[in-house]
């Protein structure tokens, strides 16, 4: 199934924007938004500011919103009875075997005062009422789909964590549960997937921290996993696992800054973080799918961590998570004391 396709919204501009600034490649921009490096280096352009070599998201937002205003018309002016003088124009070199995109780049190179963009003439033949004259055009095509296929963005496009260790490579003590301070962490997402919480669990005292995120982006997870772990005593931050989603683009900069190790699950195999899966159905009943999570709060979150973590589980002998992480961290305290 192909995903929908969507323009870059401001969000994404903005994680561009503080990314870029930050000194990330355009390769790693890319990878947390979800596109095409190709993508980040036309919107670099895009956000310019005359006498500055910076990227703003607030300027490319206007220039991409004046552009589709221009699209719109454009697209209007090819009337669906095919009589408007663009049809007239475009039409005759479709006939010729010309693609859109041949007929577009023509039009450009002769600086024709009705130039067009492509996508505005593949727009303009979908978008016509059924009707001989539509099916005449779409034959007129290279590929004569009868509907248009929609454009991958996204996962589709994302070829693959970088510089990933496989779960193969994790300590044998993680899995027995034996040595404290190993987490397993994933995405909770809300209605249309425009909004998230992280949720985190120690796998020995499965107690449950949830991470406030902006969005689903690579870089908010990498700010609320962050801010959320720091929260942990360092000796309890052994490793981390995860799966292969693209929103753990920048694992490594996640890695560097909590000095955890971060392994990753193999593809379609949840199980292999299975504290976690358990979790997120627990969560899920305070955050059920289809709604929006975008208005919680931080003492939202809390509160809900508070409720599950002082449930007693039968796996703990009945201790709650709250407790027993209470007493991993008293013993790590200790421990710290004796060494000093």
């Not at 727009?123 to 055009?137: K, V």
């Not at 404290?180 to 919480?197: F, M, Q, T, Y």
């Not at 358990?278 to 709060?297: I, W």
Request: glycine letters at 6%; proline letters at 5%.
């Amino acid at each position: 199934m192909h995903p929908h396709y969507s323009h870059l919204c401001f969000s994404d501009r903005l994680t561009i924007e503080v990314m870029l600034a930050e000194g990330h490649s355009q390769r790693a921009v890319a990878l947390a938004v979800g596109v095409d490096p190709s993508t980040i280096s036309r919107e670099r352009l895009l956000g310019l500011v005359p006498g500055s070599s910076r990227y703003f998201a607030v300027v490319a937002q206007r220039v991409a919103e004046a552009r589709r205003v221009r699209a719109g018309r454009l697209r209007r002016k090819f009337d669906q009875q095919g009589r408007s003088l663009y049809w007239k124009l475009v039409v005759p070199f479709l006939r010729r075997g010309w693609s859109p995109e041949q007929v577009a780049g023509r039009l450009r190179f002769m600086n024709a005062p009705l130039s067009v963009s492509h996508e505005t003439i593949y727009a303009a033949i979908y978008a016509m009422p059924r009707s001989t004259l539509r099916t005449d055009l779409v034959k007129l095509l290279r590929h004569s789909h009868a509907g248009r296929l929609p454009r991958s963005r996204g996962s589709a496009r994302f070829t693959g964590l970088q510089n990933m260790t496989p779960i193969a490579l994790r300590p044998p003590e993680v899995a027995a549960r034996i040595v404290p301070g190993h987490w397993e962490a994933d995405l909770i997402k809300g209605a249309r997937n425009a909004s998230a919480v992280g949720t985190i669990v120690e796998r020995t005292s499965r107690f449950l921290m949830l991470a406030r995120m902006d969005n689903a982006s690579a870089c908010s997870v990498l700010e609320g996993f962050s801010r959320r772990l720091r929260s942990v005593p360092a000796s309890l931050r052994k490793t981390l696992t995860y799966d292969q989603g693209t929103e753990m683009a920048l694992h490594q900069d996640l890695a560097k800054r909590l000095r955890m190790d971060i392994f990753f699950c193999d593809p379609h195999s949840p199980w292999q973080r299975g504290t976690n899966e358990n979790m997120n159905a627990l969560v899920r009943q305070y955050l059920p799918k289809g709604t929006s999570l975008a208005a919680l709060t931080d003492e939202d979150l809390r509160a809900i961590e508070d409720s599950i973590n002082s449930r007693p589980r039968k796996l703990l002998n009945f201790y709650t998570p709250a407790e027993v992480f209470a007493a991993l961290k008293r013993d790590d305290i200790l421990g710290v004391a004796l060494q000093a």
